[in-house]
RNA sequence: GGAGAGGUGGCAGAGUGGUCGAAUGCGCUGCACUCGAAAUGCAGUGUGCGGGUGACCGUACCGUGGGUUCGAAUCCCACCCUCUCCGCCA
């Protein structure tokens, strides 16, 4: 959500920014409409304060008895009520198109976002690692997985495209990389671990601006909850309303949950495999922070996300995504993408995204600095670290051996009961 | 799911149609007293929106949304949440 006050008051920076977005300029219509609106609310409000003072005099002559001018008085407020309904239904009429129309608008862009229409033109900051010289043709996940473990058919039988059962040790290992993932972010990097509910109601969207945008992306309930797309929702949301007493630490919340996605724009892309599932899990790093501390907890998160990945060995690149790569909400995201040798290709396995106040004012989170009186927007910011389910691909198609096993990295030796292997099951 | 009770300021808690944005206590902040502290006394202490350079003014908010009324924290309706008991249940 935008503050519409820094609109009015910079309505060519705002649509430059936006334009850096491939938006179409929309300051001179919201101007126009807070206008409308406010000119509304002024009129409802002197129309109340004018029958306010009606209505104290006339408890006061009722008090004293004087029937005859309470009963003016009453006639005098019936004509200023008359005039309400007009100016109340256009100061609502104005108000909710203006929160409609800034509700689907996306973040601008940091200033030091790379202009760009699509992933090409994502710009590399730092690869790390090396990449594993084969003896032998590496392949990919989806055509060593099945032997492992990793059951695509009986997915499908359950659930349909797009689901996966896991069995065996490569399931244990699922689930030692998550224990890991989250074990290193609370231990390591001062996150608190959480448990949140996966399932939501409107607000926790619309507050992640996951609402009214992507709709859509999400799956509902019947009883009109979300199955939430990621434990940024409710972790971002715990502080919404909230007024944070101070902020000298950030907050920073981490949790391993199922995630679900409907993926409805992605028909077609990466069908095969285990990369892009209805539900898959992941380990989320959720920051709320003052504005001025926001730019260094992002660059302190994505190392955050890098640490597990350097942990297991798993080479990687950093990315900094381009204005037209960014998600709604952002205003400026580290993608890092690991090096997947079976299909030789970087794919993304993070996304950490500075919000600044965007998702804050949707949620009204706020702190107030130290010493003063007025309340300031918090920043959130959210990261991966990292896809469980797209860290096991890395880890099997990095750590295939030339018999079609897997060697488990070390770092989840304590995870993973003397296992050192995924070798065929039956 | 059934029955009952209840949701008021940072917290506790009064208020059941009229200067109530809301008593009182606690907490917090400032000032006074003190060498200092405690105790005590005095004053202040919610949020949003609109207006004004500003002191400030107006308005809205007593779980949420509607309604009744000249006027609603207070009455009516719906919903949400919490607590107690019962049922069911991992």
Redesign the pocket.
Same mark, same amino acid.
């Not at 029958?51 to 104290?56: I, W």
């Given at each position: 959500m935008h503050d @519409?006050?820094f609109i009015r008051a910079n309505p060519e920076a705002f649509d430059a920014a936006l334009a850096r977005r491939g938006a179409e300029p929309v300051a001179d219509k919201l101007v126009t409409l807070d206008a409308k609106k406010?000119e509304a /609310? /002024?009129k409802v *409000? $002197?129309a *109340?304060?004018r029958?306010?003072? $009606?209505? &104290?005099a @006339?408890? *006061?002559a009722?008090a004293q008895g004087d029937k005859e001018k309470a009963e003016a008085l &009453?006639a005098e407020?019936?004509e200023i &009520?008359a005039s309400m309904p007009e100016w109340e239904e256009s100061a609502a009429a104005a108000g909710a198109a203006l929160d409609d129309m800034l509700a689907r608008l996306p973040n601008l862009p940091a200033e030091d976002v790379p202009q760009g229409a699509d992933e090409e033109d994502n710009v590399e900051q730092h690869q790390w690692g090396t990449k594993r010289q084969f003896d032998f043709e590496p392949k990919e996940h989806a055509d060593i997985g099945p032997a492992l473990g990793m059951d695509f058919e009986t997915g499908a039988k359950l659930s349909g495209a797009r689901f996966t059962f896991l069995r065996g040790d490569i399931a244990r290992l699922h689930r030692a990389l998550a224990q890991f993932m989250l074990d290193k972010q609370t231990r390591e990097n001062g996150y608190t671990e959480c448990n949140p509910p996966v399932l939501v109601g409107d607000d926790a969207m619309y507050g992640t601006d996951k609402l009214p945008k992507f709709a859509e992306d999400s799956f509902r309930t019947t009883d009109d909850r979300w199955l939430v797309p990621t434990s940024e929702v409710p972790l971002t949301y715990s502080v919404a309303g909230e @007024?944070l007493p101070d902020l000298d630490q950030p907050i920073r919340m981490t949790a391993h949950t199922l995630c679900f996605r409907s993926e409805a724009g992605s028909a077609g892309r990466d069908t095969r495999g285990f990369i892009r599932q209805h539900q898959f899990e992941k380990v989320e790093m959720v920051s709320i922070c003052r504005p001025e501390d926001s730019e260094a907890e992002h660059e302190r998160m994505t190392k955050c996300a890098e640490g597990i990945l350097e942990a297991l060995d798993l080479p990687y690149r950093r990315m900094l995504l381009c204005t037209g790569d960014m998600g709604f909400g952002a205003r400026k995201t580290y993608d890092l993408e690991v090096w997947l040798p079976g299909q030789g290709a970087w794919r993304e396995i993070s996304s950490c995204s500075n919000t600044g106040d965007f998702q804050a004012r949707r949620m009204n989170a706020?702190y107030?600095p130290e010493g003063e &009186?007025?309340?300031t927007f918090v920043h959130t910011l959210n990261g991966s670290g990292l896809a469980v389910g797209r860290t096991l691909v890395a880890v099997m198609e990095n750590y295939q051996q030339a018999d079609g096993s897997v060697a488990v990295p070390e770092v989840l030796a304590p995870y993973m009961g003397g296992v050192t292997e995924l070798g065929r099951i039956s």
């Open positions: @519409i006050a406010r /609310t /002024t *409000q $002197a *109340q304060s029958r306010n003072e $009606a209505s &104290k @006339i408890g *006061q009722m &009453k407020v019936a &009520k @007024i706020r107030r &009186k007025k309340t």
